[in-house]
């Protein structure tokens, strides 16, 4: 089932560990890559407690393949995406001074073979009879299946040579993998334990994981990724969850119980608090904040812009969303609130437009004075829209070689000409300047932590309740975003990778 990318093994390389740990030198081209807007709870039964069996249980996240397009060819030989490290979060709870912080297994396994624009498991959000499909009182969504399968989530072991304990299981989608003729391929990408021997209870904590030498890389087009973490063998380690996500179909997070033997499945609001940084510029999408619990990090912050100038709220939620909900009602239901994820009805900050734009980070070239001056070229998906498998659209090829534009040329099967109108409209909307801020990282601590220089810029927001309604097509919109960067005076583009790298690209589905 799975195979290992053997060219990988000298990327892959040992994990180092920062624990509230700054080194003096400041690494360029680590870019922050929002998983989540921020640690709400933990659960009992949920890493620890309950049912779960200490070492073999554990959580695991999907990435779709569409946020991870990266612009730049790699040490693979081409287009890919490049993660610097990771972040997980925990906290211990339980009498001292039991070893804590224990990840027996930290496993990155690569989907592809299939078509990332008809995903199989965590599928994207759809319309049925004129209205979004999903908009259930209770929140929980059924996950795909995979054609011809039995089950929608398998149970494995790891491959020889993944460095891993050969007792080691997983979970793992069923993205087109049994029956074998789905054509479906897993490949373990990263893999690793950790074992830090720190005697603590009652406290959260904060890892980052870097890999070493380089970035962990990942081919261009792929289904997505899996993130596998397996649960702490002590026992007394919980997962730390946000339980106010914008999520507007489901949840990307899945866990097991009972040894492996039973899963939890998550409301949509509900995911697993982790983080990426990426090598290039990243383009985090943003919608109006609907926070219940009103303690996102960039909720409300003066760096967003004054309030009906740039932004209609003064603030945005970052997270992966998984789709739009243009009128804020759309999409899953928040059972803590009884209301749309994304409807500002039910967010602490009162009298919201609902809202789209970007956050952008990219401290790649700052330390050398370079001009950050970027704008983002978004259009509408129609591979996306009509399940065109992405490896049959043509790319954008600009610059010297080996940098493309960060959406794909869609026209065929599309209407109209290329680029898009609403892509030549939109750039002067989306101008922004990525500068030092002193805002909190998404984890919440001060700028700069980590080692990541806090180079970062939001975009004016788009409001998006005067846009028209999609789902009256009977099709969900997709839209393709990533961001460029501006030659000095604005007056042109600057593709050159020496002065402005091209951003990772990204893909949000737009309904109601």
Same mark, same amino acid.
């Given at each position: 089932?799975?195979?290992?990318?053997?060219v990988?093994?000298t +990327?892959?390389?040992? =994990?180092?560990l920062? =624990?509230f740990?700054?080194?003096?030198?400041?690494?360029? $081209?680590?870019?922050?890559?929002v998983?989540?807007?921020?640690?709400?709870?933990?659960?009992?039964?949920?890493?620890?407690?309950?049912t779960?069996?200490a $070492?073999v249980?554990g959580i695991?996240?999907?990435?779709?393949?569409?946020?991870?397009?990266g612009?730049?060819t790699t040490? @693979?030989?081409?287009?890919? /995406?490049?993660?610097?490290?990771?972040?997980?979060?925990?906290c211990?709870f339980?009498?001292?001074?039991?070893?804590?912080l224990?990840?027996?297994?930290?496993?990155?396994v690569?989907?592809?073979g299939?078509n990332?624009?008809r995903q199989?498991?965590?599928?994207?959000?759809t319309?049925?009879?004129?209205?979004p499909?999903?908009?259930?009182?209770g929140?929980?969504? #059924?996950?795909?299946?995979?054609?011809?399968?039995? *089950?929608?989530f398998?149970?494995?072991?790891?491959?020889?040579?993944a460095?891993?304990?050969?007792?080691?299981s997983?979970?793992?989608?069923?993205?087109?993998?049994?029956?074998a003729?789905?054509?479906?391929?897993?490949?373990?990408?990263?893999?690793?334990?950790?074992?830090?021997?720190i005697?603590?209870t009652?406290f959260?904590?904060?890892?980052?994981? +870097?890999? @070493?030498?380089?970035?962990?890389?990942?081919?261009?087009?792929?289904d997505g &990724?899996?993130?596998?973490?397996?649960?702490?063998t002590?026992?007394?380690?919980? &997962?730390?969850?946000?339980?106010d996500?914008?999520?507007?179909?489901?949840?990307?997070?899945?866990? +097991?119980?009972?040894?492996q033997?039973?899963?939890?499945?998550?409301?949509?609001?509900t995911?697993l608090?982790?983080?990426q940084? *990426?090598?290039?510029?990243?383009?985090?999408?943003?919608t109006?904040? %609907?926070g219940?619990?009103?303690?996102?990090?960039?909720f409300?912050? *003066?760096s /967003?812009?004054?309030i009906?100038?740039?932004? #209609?709220?003064?603030?945005?939620?970052?997270?992966r969303?998984?789709?739009?909900?243009?009128?804020?009602?759309?999409?899953s239901?928040?059972?803590?609130?009884?209301?749309? !994820?994304?409807d500002?009805a039910? %967010?602490?900050? #009162?009298?919201?437009t609902?809202?789209h734009?970007?956050q952008?980070?990219?401290?790649?070239?700052w330390?050398s004075?370079?001009a950050?001056?970027?704008?983002?070229?978004?259009?509408?998906?129609?591979? $996306?829209? =009509?399940?065109?498998?992405?490896?049959?659209?043509a790319?954008?090829l600009?610059g010297?070689?080996g940098?493309?534009?960060?959406?794909?040329?869609?026209?065929?099967?599309?209407?109209?000409?290329?680029?898009?109108?609403?892509?030549?409209?939109?750039?002067a909307l989306?101008i922004?300047? #990525?500068?030092?801020?002193p805002?909190?990282?998404?984890?919440? /601590?001060?700028?700069?932590?980590?080692?990541i220089?806090?180079?970062w810029d939001?975009? %004016?927001q788009? %409001?998006?309740?005067? @846009?028209?309604?999609?789902?009256?097509?009977? =099709?969900?919109?997709?839209?393709?975003?990533?961001?460029?960067?501006?030659a000095? $005076?604005?007056?042109?583009?600057?593709?050159?990778?020496?002065?402005?790298?091209?951003?990772?690209?990204?893909?949000? !589905?737009?309904?109601?």
């Amino acid at each position: 089932m799975f195979n290992r990318r053997l060219v990988l093994g000298t +990327t892959l390389g040992a =994990l180092a560990l920062g =624990l509230f740990v700054r080194p003096a030198e400041a690494q360029n $081209g680590s870019n922050w890559h929002v998983m989540s807007n921020g640690i709400d709870v933990t659960y009992g039964g949920l890493g620890a407690g309950g049912t779960q069996v200490a $070492g073999v249980d554990g959580i695991g996240s999907w990435v779709d393949g569409n946020d991870l397009r990266g612009n730049h060819t790699t040490a @693979l030989g081409g287009f890919g /995406y490049r993660q610097r490290a990771f972040f997980s979060s925990a906290c211990v709870f339980g009498a001292p001074p039991a070893q804590a912080l224990d990840f027996p297994a930290l496993v990155f396994v690569e989907f592809a073979g299939r078509n990332n624009n008809r995903q199989d498991i965590f599928i994207r959000p759809t319309c049925v009879g004129g209205i979004p499909a999903g908009s259930t009182s209770g929140g929980v969504l #059924p996950y795909g299946l995979a054609p011809g399968a039995s *089950t929608n989530f398998l149970v494995t072991g790891l491959p020889t040579g993944a460095g891993m304990p050969s007792s080691t299981s997983i979970l793992v989608p069923n993205n087109g993998l049994l029956p074998a003729s789905n054509g479906g391929t897993a490949t373990v990408i990263g893999a690793a334990a950790a074992s830090i021997p720190i005697a603590s209870t009652g406290f959260c904590w904060n890892l980052k994981f +870097t890999w @070493l030498p380089s970035a962990m890389l990942s081919l261009d087009h792929v289904d997505g &990724w899996w993130f596998w973490q397996g649960s702490s063998t002590v026992g007394n380690q919980y &997962w730390a969850m946000s339980n106010d996500e914008g999520n507007s179909f489901t949840s990307n997070s899945v866990a +097991t119980d009972g040894g492996q033997t039973a899963l939890l499945a998550f409301f949509a609001s509900t995911d697993l608090e982790w983080h990426q940084t *990426t090598r290039d510029p990243s383009l985090n999408h943003v919608t109006a904040p %609907a926070g219940f619990h009103g303690s996102g990090v960039y909720f409300a912050t *003066t760096s /967003y812009g004054p309030i009906g100038v740039f932004n #209609p709220n003064g603030g945005g939620d970052l997270g992966r969303h998984g789709g739009l909900s243009l009128g804020g009602k759309g999409g899953s239901i928040n059972p803590f609130t009884g209301l749309g !994820t994304q409807d500002p009805a039910g %967010a602490a900050i #009162p009298g919201l437009t609902p809202a789209h734009g970007f956050q952008s980070w990219d401290n790649e070239l700052w330390l050398s004075g370079a001009a950050h001056t970027r704008t983002v070229f978004s259009q509408i998906d129609w591979g $996306g829209v =009509l399940g065109t498998n992405p490896s049959a659209l043509a790319s954008a090829l600009v610059g010297p070689p080996g940098n493309r534009l960060p959406i794909s040329v869609v026209n065929p099967p599309g209407p109209g000409p290329w680029p898009q109108p609403v892509t030549l409209s939109l750039l002067a909307l989306w101008i922004h300047n #990525p500068v030092a801020r002193p805002d909190r990282d998404p984890l919440g /601590y001060p700028p700069g932590s980590w080692n990541i220089p806090p180079i970062w810029d939001a975009t %004016a927001q788009l %409001a998006t309740t005067s @846009l028209g309604a999609v789902c009256v097509i009977g =099709l969900p919109v997709a839209l393709d975003y990533g961001s460029v960067g501006l030659a000095p $005076g604005l007056n042109d583009f600057d593709f050159d990778p020496a002065s402005q790298r091209m951003s990772v690209s990204g893909s949000v !589905t737009a309904i109601d």
